[in-house]
C-alpha cells in the first residue's frame, strides 16, 4: 500500500527534534500501522469501480425490465379499453334500434287505434243522422269527440316520453364515452411521465 508522505523524511525530522533514532521509527511505524488500519475501515465501506459497473449493469437491467413490462401492460390495457369501446357502441346501437322499435310499434298501435275511433264515430254519425238522434245522442258524440282528442293527447304525451327517454340515453351513453376517452388520456399520460 502506497503511502502519501515520506517516512523517512519523518524518522528524520524527529531525530532533529530530540528523538532517537529507534525512538523515531518506533513512532513512524505506529503512524503507518494506525494509516493502514485507518485506510482498512475506509476501504471496507467503499466500493470498487468494477463492483460499482455490475451494480450499474443490475440496475439497467432491471430498468430494462420494467420498461418491457410497462410496455406489456400498457399494450394489454389500452386494447382492453378499445374492446370495451367497441362494446359499449354495440350495446348503445342496440338500445337505440330497441327504443326506435319502441317508438315505432307505439305509433303503429296508436294509429291503429285511432283509425278505429275514428271508424267507429263515424259509424255513430251515419247512424245517428239515419235515425234522426236527439239532443242526448249528440251530447254522446260530443263525448267521443273528448275521448277522441284525450286519447290523441295520451299518444303524443307518449311519444314525447319517449323521445325524452331516448335523449336521456343518449346523454349518458355520451358521458359513459366521455369518461372511457379521458380515463385512456389519463392512463396515457401516466405512462408517458413514468417514461420520462
Same mark, same amino acid.
Given at each position: 500500500?502506497?503511502? @502519501?508522505?515520506?517516512?523517512?523524511?519523518?524518522?528524520?525530522?524527529?531525530?532533529?527534534? +530530540?528523538?532517537?533514532?529507534? %525512538?523515531?521509527?518506533?513512532?513512524?511505524?505506529?503512524?503507518? #500501522?494506525?494509516?493502514?488500519?485507518? &485506510?482498512?475501515?475506509?476501504?471496507?465501506?467503499?466500493?470498487?469501480?468494477? %463492483?460499482?459497473?455490475?451494480? &450499474? =449493469? %443490475?440496475?439497467?437491467?432491471?430498468?430494462?425490465?420494467?420498461?418491457?413490462?410497462?410496455?406489456?401492460?400498457?399494450?394489454?390495457? @389500452?386494447?382492453?379499453?378499445?374492446?370495451?369501446?367497441? #362494446?359499449?357502441?354495440?350495446?348503445?346501437? =342496440?338500445?337505440?334500434?330497441?327504443?326506435?322499435?319502441?317508438?315505432?310499434?307505439?305509433?303503429?298501435?296508436? #294509429?291503429?287505434?285511432?283509425?278505429?275511433? #275514428?271508424?267507429?264515430?263515424?259509424?255513430?254519425?251515419?247512424?245517428?243522422? +239515419?235515425?234522426? &238522434?236527439?239532443?242526448? =245522442?249528440?251530447?254522446?258524440?260530443?263525448? =267521443? *269527440?273528448?275521448?277522441?282528442?284525450?286519447?290523441?293527447?295520451?299518444? *303524443?304525451?307518449?311519444?314525447?316520453?319517449?323521445?325524452?327517454?331516448?335523449?336521456?340515453?343518449? &346523454? *349518458?351513453?355520451?358521458?359513459?364515452?366521455? +369518461?372511457?376517452? @379521458?380515463?385512456?388520456?389519463?392512463?396515457?399520460? +401516466? @405512462?408517458?411521465?413514468?417514461?420520462?
Amino acid at each position: 500500500r502506497r503511502l @502519501f508522505f515520506d517516512t523517512h523524511a519523518l524518522v528524520c525530522l524527529l531525530e532533529e527534534n +530530540g528523538f532517537t533514532a529507534q %525512538q523515531s521509527e518506533v513512532i513512524v511505524s505506529a503512524l503507518v #500501522k494506525i494509516m493502514d488500519t485507518n &485506510l482498512d475501515m475506509i476501504y471496507k465501506d467503499m466500493v470498487t469501480k468494477v %463492483q460499482q459497473e455490475i451494480a &450499474l =449493469q %443490475q440496475v439497467m437491467s432491471h430498468i430494462g425490465g420494467v420498461k418491457k413490462d410497462m410496455i406489456i401492460l400498457e399494450k394489454s390495457e @389500452f386494447s382492453a379499453l378499445r374492446s370495451e369501446n367497441e #362494446k359499449i357502441k354495440l350495446e348503445l346501437q =342496440q338500445i337505440k334500434k330497441q327504443v326506435m322499435d319502441e317508438i315505432t310499434k307505439v305509433r303503429a298501435d296508436n #294509429k291503429l287505434n285511432l283509425n278505429l275511433e #275514428k271508424s267507429r264515430v263515424k259509424e255513430l254519425v251515419s247512424f245517428a243522422h +239515419g235515425r234522426c &238522434l236527439n239532443k242526448v =245522442q249528440f251530447e254522446q258524440h260530443a263525448q =267521443q *269527440d273528448r275521448a277522441l282528442t284525450q286519447t290523441d293527447r295520451k299518444i *303524443d304525451t307518449e311519444v314525447a316520453d319517449l323521445k325524452t327517454m331516448l335523449e336521456s340515453h343518449k &346523454l *349518458d351513453n355520451i358521458k359513459y364515452l366521455a +369518461g372511457s376517452v @379521458f380515463t385512456c388520456l389519463t392512463v396515457a399520460l +401516466g @405512462f408517458y411521465r413514468l417514461w420520462i
